[in-house]
């Protein structure tokens, strides 16, 4: 309410409560202009109904909200729905345009103010998670994989000859499949085992440049958060290697933003040698729905480069997403999460480790992944072929998601190439094992509900495994018996 609307109010309300109203929307308006003026994350999280007027506030600029307006073209935010109007604060007409995604659109100035806020925003909170000298960033709505080929054909433009993409592996799919996707030939470098950990071949990457050529290869695509045993990336070695031969690097850092580890590992990288663009999830990251990511980078004018190479305008609901929860959390909520997280992996590594034991299982030795464990199933595995698989359907369907349990020589073709011991990571890991995971939002109940519930299946293997024994034993002893008297 502005003066003039004041005034005419103190006339039918007494003046006192209507400067106390007034004073109480002020304290909304403060967090707002302190928002505008340093796009940052707010340090105490906002109220809802600051979130609420704030984008009311920006929906107002929005034209298909103007009183009045009259619109002839072809988009002109109608929305014929109200339930899905409200879903979206009215936020109707997206970001960017045809052109850049990034661009201002004149007939929505509260979505283009969004988008830039949401951007200035994100960036801080990945400064706060570790990666200090990211210069640039913005939200993207596609999810990694996409994002990830955006990146390539970006590079396409500036490397033309270039056909090769150098790949240390990991198996999932949507990752290999951004590469295929863009229209090159991943190069896939096998993973070294050390101990039980698998990490990058660093001597075969560099023997794989020499023989294909410097100017033939795209980029290196690298990894950070990753299931063990596979570790994230030899970032720092790798980035040293991209800048001896002016190779691109592109990180994928999926769910690495809630790992002070993987974002330390980014920071250091940028420092010693050269990366160009790191791509994370939006809903690993932040808990907000699938459909977002956030690529950034060091160099500004190269992240402009990819967000031009968008094409279209874009959905403005990622950045709606992220930008609620971010406001509500404040720098100091989310900080607080991360801090959990990692509290609740030591307490899961530490439980999953005596529940092994108690099984003659073993937890897997990998320090270097700060998100994820592994559990052997080596004595599941030697008993039955098909109970390392069974037992991830018993854990489903006892309502255990997350959970991830991997057979020895297990093979998939994947685009026409085929992966020994897929989902393993390596062509023939030693033994069959379980994954858990401690991503953010994760509770001490989660943990612990999930142990319980995983202590039953294997003992209910080991109890099918006895008596299928006794009844071996019986069978024996009876053939014995038979061939005496015979």
Request: glycine share 6%; proline share 3%.
């Amino acid at each position: 309410m502005n003066a003039e609307n004041q005034g005419c109010s103190e006339r039918l309300v007494t003046a006192a409560y209507v400067r106390q109203g007034a004073q109480g929307r002020r304290a909304h308006e403060l967090r707002l202009r302190a928002l505008l003026e340093q796009g940052k994350c707010p340090e105490d999280g906002w109220d809802e109904s600051t979130i609420e007027l704030f984008l009311h506030e920006l929906a107002i600029m929005d034209s298909n909200n103007f009183l009045g307006n009259c619109g002839v073209g072809e988009r002109e935010g109608r929305v014929v729905s109200g339930l899905v109007a409200r879903r979206h604060y009215r936020l109707i007409h997206g970001i960017g345009r045809s052109g850049d995604i990034s661009a201002v659109q004149p007939k929505a100035a509260g979505s283009s103010l969004l988008n830039k806020l949401t951007n200035s925003v994100v960036l801080d909170v990945i400064k706060l998670a570790g990666v200090r000298t990211v210069t640039s960033c913005f939200v993207v709505p596609m999810a990694t994989g996409m994002s990830l080929t955006l990146c390539f054909l970006t590079l396409r433009h500036k490397r033309p000859k270039a056909k090769y993409i150098i790949w240390p592996r990991i198996d999932q799919k949507s990752c290999f499949k951004s590469m295929i996707t863009a229209g090159f030939e991943p190069v896939v470098i096998e993973n070294v085992l050390e101990g039980d950990e698998l990490r990058t071949d660093l001597e075969a990457v560099e023997a794989k440049i020499k023989a294909l050529g410097a100017e033939n290869i795209l980029c290196v695509h690298s990894t950070t958060s990753c299931f063990a045993p596979r570790v994230p990336d030899r970032l720092e070695e790798l980035a040293v290697i991209c800048a001896n031969y002016d190779i691109p690097h592109i990180v994928n850092n999926a769910y690495g933003v809630q790992s002070s580890k993987c974002m330390h590992l980014i920071q250091q990288g940028a420092r010693v040698g050269r990366i160009d663009a790191f791509v994370q999830s939006l809903d690993k990251n932040f808990m907000v729905p699938v459909g977002g990511a956030i690529i950034a980078g060091f160099n500004e004018s190269f992240i402009q480069e990819i967000s031009k190479m968008y094409p279209g305008r874009a959905s403005a609901s990622p950045s709606l997403d992220v930008l609620i929860t971010l406001l509500s959390l404040g720098a100091s909520g989310y900080k607080k999460l991360l801090k959990e997280r990692k509290e609740m992996f030591s307490y899961l590594s530490s439980e999953l480790k005596k529940l092994a034991d108690n099984h003659n299982e073993r937890l897997l030795d990998t320090p270097h992944n700060p998100i994820s464990l592994a559990m052997s199933l080596k004595h599941l595995d030697e008993n039955n072929d098909a109970a390392v698989t069974q037992l991830g359907s018993m854990l489903f369907t006892r309502q255990v998601s997350g959970a991830r349990v991997v057979p020895c020589g297990s093979v998939q073709t994947v685009n026409n190439y085929t992966f020994k011991g897929f989902m393993s990571h390596a062509n023939d890991y030693p033994c069959a094992y379980l994954n858990a995971a401690s991503a953010i939002g994760i509770k001490k109940q989660d943990v612990d509900v999930f142990l319980k519930r995983l202590d039953k299946c294997l003992k209910t293997f080991r109890k099918e495994a006895k008596q299928e024994k006794s009844i071996n034993e019986i069978s024996d002893a009876n053939a014995a018996t038979e061939q005496l008297e015979d």
